[in-house]
């Protein structure tokens, strides 16, 4: 190899170093701020069974097939001690106690029942949620809202 070669080898090399690591430089600042936002933990309402099936009877069976479902989106668990779900009227049921698992859902039903890691209930003798129209608004302890499902004419465009 002559000595012009090697040197153009060289400059080659250095070139390609040189582009690696501006390529690398201009990459760094996305990664970085990619890395400097945690996860935040996130619970949403992921399913809304507003209308029992079968007979609106107020039996506690008919009561206990309507349902919201939050789901945890993470793989951290998120402490849902004092979050509430309300409906548009004002009906509020606060969460008590309960740590809902990394990558899992808890469907709170309005009728009465024994809590469980996969079921709530909300110990009530009347329906929650209106068939026609209403808004679930899922919030955290401090009152922040963290998720809204809407359905029929106040439709915010929610998901069910």
């Known amino acids: 190899m002559s000595v012009s070669a090697s040197v153009s080898a060289r400059r080659l090399a250095a070139a390609a170093l040189a582009a690696g690591a501006l390529v690398s430089a201009v990459a760094l600042p996305a990664s970085a701020a990619d890395h400097a936002r945690a996860p935040r933990a996130k619970v949403e309402i992921s399913a809304v069974q507003y209308d029992s099936p079968g007979r609106d009877d107020r039996s506690n069976r008919s009561l206990n097939k309507e349902w919201v479902e939050l789901t945890n989106t993470t793989r951290q668990a998120v402490n849902l001690d004092g979050w509430t779900l309300e409906d548009a009227s004002g009906h509020t049921y606060t969460i008590d106690g309960y740590r809902l698992a990394g990558r899992a859902t808890v469907r709170i039903h309005t009728g009465e029942g024994r809590d469980t ?44």
């Open 117 to 160: 890691r996969t079921d709530l209930y909300q110990n009530r003798r009347a329906y929650v949620w209106n068939n026609d129209r209403d808004t679930a608004t899922l919030s955290n302890h401090r009152g922040r809202v963290i998720d809204e499902e809407s359905w029929g004419s106040r439709r915010h465009g929610g998901r069910h």
